[in-house]
């Protein structure tokens, strides 16, 4: 499965989104998963945002290489699942590709219409839509401009609908797959990376974060 995420100025929330994808996928063996990310606005050829690839480090991914990309039709069209940080953001991908509609949700609509109606594919995940009950209440804020522990709050937001999506998408390849959480400072929990038999084993500990202040990239980059 290959999945495209899209913000805005992809440098934040996709790319976060994109590596954690890549992360759970190599941590795993999941060979036919895979993940590329774009913006509406993009910042072409800008890195991702420090903090934000510092969060992406937290969650136990690599920022480096990456390069912001705009939204091209073509990506859509090799995309199995297009995953978007906003309504407004996926209302725009469907009016400029109508053919991917039924493939094109909000991250956090997706993963609702998953765990309520136990979807394990991207048509059912289309034949269980609702959107009139959720408008407005399925966006992932931009973190951009904001303070280290925003993104942190961004980054678990994602990763927290993210992984189970993905396992969900997978269950039936790998019914075997859990997902292990792990324990905070403050005695909550957070969600670990996919657990698949022959996977490095998770130790339970909260991946380390250095988020140190930095300057902030342009306005309503992510």
């Known amino acids: 499965m290959h999945v495209l995420f899209v913000c805005s100025g992809n440098v934040c929330r996709s790319v976060i989104a994109e590596r954690l994808t890549l992360a759970v996928a190599a941590e795993h063996g999941l060979q036919e998963l895979s993940a590329e990310s774009a913006g509406v606005r993009a910042l072409v050829g800008f890195p991702a945002e420090p903090l934000a690839a510092q969060t992406i480090a937290g969650l136990g991914g690599d920022a480096s290489g990456f390069k912001a990309r705009r939204l091209k039709p073509e990506m859509v069209h090799r995309a199995d699942l297009v995953l978007t940080m906003t309504e407004k953001i996926r209302d725009q991908v469907r009016e400029q590709t109508p053919e991917a509609l039924a493939r094109t949700f909000t991250l956090l609509e997706a993963y609702r219409i998953a765990k309520v109606s136990g979807a394990r594919t991207v048509v059912g995940l289309h034949a269980a839509r609702d959107d009139l009950a959720y408008v407005g209440r399925e966006n ?50 957070r969600p670990a990376l996919l657990v698949l038999p022959g996977g490095r084993a998770d130790t339970g500990e909260l991946p380390k974060r250095s988020i140190e202040p930095t300057h902030h990239a342009a306005e309503s980059a992510g």
């Not at 990763?159 to 997978?170: D, F, G, Q, Y």
């Open 140 to 189: 992932i804020s931009d973190p951009v401009g904001l303070k280290a522990q925003q993104f942190c709050e961004v980054g678990d937001r994602i990763a927290e609908a993210l992984v189970p999506l993905l396992l969900a998408l997978h269950a039936h390849q790998h019914p075997e797959a859990t997902i292990r959480p792990r324990a905070t400072t403050a005695g909550t929990t």
